[in-house]
């Protein structure tokens, strides 16, 4: 009974990071069309790729657990809360390098 009453949480994780992640993405596309040939502009494109892969990846993992092992999703909470985070500290990374090279350019 319990385990049931978290299902809610965790899919909201979910769609929290779906969306996170389309922002980080089109982000990150803006840095990279402004420095595509700098090192600015390969480090976020290989943040952002490694970011996405890891985050779905144990997406995957965790959905698979979910439905083999119900009382999994007691251990997958913590563990979305930090995928959470993370796509807001990458997402806060790359804006504010977008931001820091914009101003840049305009000097």
């Known amino acids: 009974m319990f385990i049931e009453s978290l299902y809610p949480f965790l899919y909201a994780g979910f769609s929290i990071l779906v969306i996170g992640s389309a922002y980080l993405i089109v982000e ?3 840095v990279h ?5 700098s090192i600015v502009g390969r ?3 290989t943040l952002v790729i490694v970011v996405v892969i890891e985050l779905y990846s144990l997406g995957v993992v965790s959905y698979a657990l ?4 119900s ?17 807001i500290y990458a997402a806060y990374a790359v804006r504010s390098a977008r931001t ?3 101003s840049l350019v305009k000097k």
Do not use: D, T, Y
């Open 43 to 45: 480090l976020v494109k």
């Open 66 to 69: 979910i439905n083999f092992f």
């Open 71 to 87: 009382r999994g999703v007691v251990m997958l909470l913590p563990i979305v809360g930090l995928w959470i985070l993370c796509v």
């Open 28 to 30: 990150a596309i803006r």
């Open 100 to 102: 820091e090279v914009g």
């Open 33 to 37: 069309r402004l420095f595509a040939n």
